[in-house]
């Protein structure tokens, strides 16, 4: 029976080892989606952004040439507008990297300046993406995948418990079951025979004394013939 207990309890051992061990295989699952996911919606701001900053390098070509400082202006602040929920500010740099134009907030750490030069020594295009809507995404995107998280870890509880129960915690219990079943049968048995030993026991004696009596019977009639002779 103890040795039944033992392996039952070595066998939940192995079951929340299992459970802790698919545990920490989600999670470092969950977390490499997380990250490769921001990094794969970062790349796309950064390319998008490219892109606009490559086609207003290209319109301000000429201003920047001819150094027409309220054309370069208008682009900026024209274009910023347009964009003003991705774009927080643009800038734009002569060679010596002095601002001949600035449209939008002041720039912050939490933003993606994306930049692209001008005929390339004219001077630069620099553009700061606000990452909000990457965050917020990213956010989504981290529910979505704990939720998932969760469910699979739950699913996975809930298979190992009805495994576990089916193969191992229902056979042992029935085994032990049927155990004291036999154990019963055997004390039962037992006591049986230990009933009808003795009753063989007094049936023996009682034979024995009735022997007994009968042979001092016979001897007794015996002697009392003698004596009438």
Excluded at 5 to 13: A, D, F, G, P
Excluded at 17 to 42: E, H, M, P, Q
Excluded at 190 to 209: F, G, H, Y
């Amino acid at each position: 029976m103890e040795e039944r207990k033992t392996e039952t309890l070595s066998w939940r051992k192995f079951f929340v080892g299992l459970a802790f061990w698919l545990v920490f295989v989600f999670t470092i699952v969950g977390i490499f989606l997380i990250k490769s996911g921001s990094d794969r919606l970062k790349a796309e701001i950064w390319s998008k952004g490219k892109i606009l900053s490559d086609f207003v390098a290209r319109q301000i070509e000429l201003p920047v040439l001819y150094k027409d400082y309220v054309e370069i202006e208008r682009v900026v602040e024209e274009i910023v507008k347009n964009n003003k929920e991705t774009i927080v500010y643009m800038r734009v740099l002569d060679r010596e990297r002095k601002t001949l134009a600035f449209f939008g907030q002041k720039p912050s750490p939490d933003i993606l300046v994306v930049s692209s030069p001008i005929l390339k020594d004219l001077g630069w295009v620099e553009i700061g993406f606000s990452l909000k809507p990457l965050k917020r995404t990213q956010f989504v995107l981290t529910v979505q995948i704990i939720s998932a998280l969760v469910f699979s870890i739950l699913a996975c509880g809930l298979g190992i418990v009805f495994i576990s129960r089916r193969l191992v915690i229902q056979p042992v219990a029935e085994i032990a079951k049927r155990s004291e079943i036999l154990k019963k049968l055997s004390e039962e048995l037992e006591e049986k025979v230990k009933e009808r030993t003795q009753q063989l026991a007094k049936s023996e004696e009682e034979r024995t004394i009735a022997l007994i009596r009968e042979k001092a019977l016979a001897q007794d009639s015996q002697r009392k013939a003698a004596e009438l002779e």
